[in-house]
Structures are given as structure tokens and as C-alpha cells.
């Protein structure tokens, strides 16, 4: 198995470190990842320059760097190493559940892998006072791809860990709740007026959903699709407005 991992915390960071050793056991690893910190840049890609690919080995690890975002490493990724099975995104510094998968990098690498006929696995794990024990987190990461990895119908999932040993490991659906944006004012040490973007869940998570899944204590697997269609909405709207000619 030819397994493509990224991320979007950039190549040097501990989580795509610790996600390549625990993948090497299921099959060959190369990593491509971004060049700098690129977080939050959900799934946009680079059209108006070109892109460098630079060999950065990590940890004997066949690896390069981008100076792009995570969407752009999976694509140079892939044609620069012909048949990957799957991509592995992560193990990211941070969260992403509930609505932050629309923004997220992390999940965008997953996505590009599946828009591109690949299969797809974006992981992620909380950063509280401090960030994971990703050597205490192995033990999870290598069940989770014991059970995502032979499992070909799982086309893209996301994947959450808890900020504690978990518990167990649970099926879930995505949270949809709606978050307090604020939009918070500063000041740079040279008095330039700066803005910071911050959210914050206004409602409980619903039983059986991942954000739901990691407060109480389990890893959160979340199988997504990449069609976005509202099927209620459409099927409400066709049986009420035809548009036949």
C-alpha cells in the first residue's frame, strides 16, 4: 500500500512525525507537506505562481516541502508518486470538528485525495495547555488505521482524538451547530490596528456526533462525502416549482 501523507501545520511538525512512523507499518510512506504553517487555509490552491517541490527528509523518511497549501502537496504529491492508495492528513495541532471542517486544511488535504480518486483520512488532536503526547496518542492512531485502512467503501473520514486516553471509538456524524463569531481589535508594538477572529459554540453538541463523541472521551470517526447537495431542500423545491419548459 503506497500511503501519501500531509498535512496543513507545515513538515516539521511533531504530528506528521508521529502519523508517518505509525503508518509505515501498514505500508510505504512518503510525506509532502507545506513548507510553513499553513492552518486554516481550507481548500484553496495555488493558480497565480508556481510551486516548488523540495526534498526534506524526516526521520528517514522519504519527504518533501511545498510553498503552497495543503491541496497543492497532495496534488505534486500524486504526480510525483504514481498510484498512492491513500492520504493521510494530520495528525493536526488542533481540532477540526463540527462546522470547522469548512475551513479546515487538514480535512482539505483529505478532500483533495478524494476529488483526485484517491481515498482520503484527516486526523486531528486537541491543543489545550499544551500540545498532544502524540507518543501516548500512537496506540489510538494505530487503531484507527487498523480500521480505516483495509475498509475500501470509507472513501473520506475524519478522524478526531480526545484530549485524554480515550475511552473507545465511535461512528459519528458531523456536528452542525451554530458558533459566536467575534471579531476582536489590537494593536501591533508599533500601534497599527490588527483584528483577531475567534468562535465559540453557542449550543450543546447532540448525542452522536464527533464533537459530542470527543467531549466525552472517545475518538470521533466521521465518514463524509463530497457532495454538498440538500436532498430535502431539492426534493421540496422540484415538487413545488417546476422549471419544465
Known amino acids: 500500500m503506497?500511503?501519501?501523507i500531509a498535512n496543513d501545520d507545515g513538515i516539521y511538525s511533531p504530528g506528521i512525525a508521529t502519523l508517518a512512523e505509525v503508518a509505515a507499518t501498514f505500508g510505504d510512506v512518503r510525506i509532502v507537506a507545506p513548507d510553513v504553517e499553513m492552518s486554516s487555509a481550507a481548500h484553496s490552491i495555488t493558480a497565480s505562481r508556481p510551486l516548488s517541490y523540495k526534498r526534506t527528509p524526516i526521520?528517514?523518511?522519504?519527504?518533501?516541502?511545498?510553498?503552497?497549501t495543503p491541496a497543492d502537496c497532495v496534488a505534486l504529491g500524486a504526480y510525483h508518486w504514481?498510484?498512492?492508495?491513500?492520504?493521510?492528513?494530520?495528525?493536526?495541532?488542533?481540532?477540526?470538528?463540527?462546522?470547522?471542517?469548512?475551513?479546515?486544511?487538514?480535512?482539505?488535504?483529505?478532500?483533495?485525495?478524494?476529488?483526485?480518486?484517491?481515498?482520503?483520512?484527516?486526523?486531528?488532536?486537541?491543543?489545550?495547555?499544551?500540545?498532544?503526547?502524540f507518543d501516548a496518542l500512537k496506540p489510538a492512531v494505530q487503531r484507527v488505521l487498523e480500521l480505516l485502512l483495509p475498509n475500501s467503501d470509507l472513501t473520506l473520514v475524519n478522524v478526531n482524538f480526545p484530549d485524554e486516553e480515550p475511552k473507545g471509538f465511535r461512528w459519528t456524524r458531523q456536528?452542525?451547530?451554530?458558533?459566536?463569531?467575534?471579531?476582536?481589535?489590537?494593536?501591533?508594538?508599533?500601534?497599527?490596528?490588527?483584528?483577531?477572529?475567534?468562535?465559540m459554540p453557542i449550543e450543546a453538541a447532540e448525542a452522536g456526533?464527533?464533537?459530542?463523541?470527543?467531549?466525552?472521551?472517545?475518538?470521533?470517526?466521521?465518514?463524509?462525502?463530497l457532495d454538498l447537495t440538500n436532498e430535502a431542500e431539492l426534493s421540496?423545491?422540484?415538487?413545488?416549482?417546476?422549471?419544465?419548459?
Not at 59 to 68: I, S
Not at 175 to 199: A, I, K, L, N
Open 2 to 4: 503506497r500511503i501519501l
Open 59 to 68: 526521520k528517514n523518511f522519504e519527504a518533501y516541502r511545498v510553498n503552497g
Open 82 to 133: 504514481e498510484k498512492v492508495d491513500v492520504v493521510l492528513s494530520g495528525i493536526n495541532l488542533g481540532s477540526n470538528l463540527g462546522n470547522s471542517m469548512w475551513h479546515s486544511g487538514t480535512l482539505a488535504a483529505a478532500k483533495q485525495a478524494t476529488l483526485l480518486g484517491m481515498r482520503g483520512i484527516a486526523l486531528s488532536a486537541p491543543v489545550t495547555w499544551s500540545e498532544p503526547n
Open 175 to 199: 456536528s452542525v451547530r451554530h458558533y459566536d463569531g467575534q471579531v476582536v481589535p489590537g494593536e501591533d508594538p508599533m500601534g497599527r490596528q490588527h483584528f483577531w477572529f475567534t468562535s
Open 209 to 225: 456526533t464527533d464533537r459530542w463523541a470527543v467531549e466525552q472521551g472517545y475518538v470521533s470517526m466521521t465518514p463524509l462525502r
Open 236 to 245: 421540496t423545491v422540484q415538487s413545488k416549482y417546476s422549471l419544465l419548459e
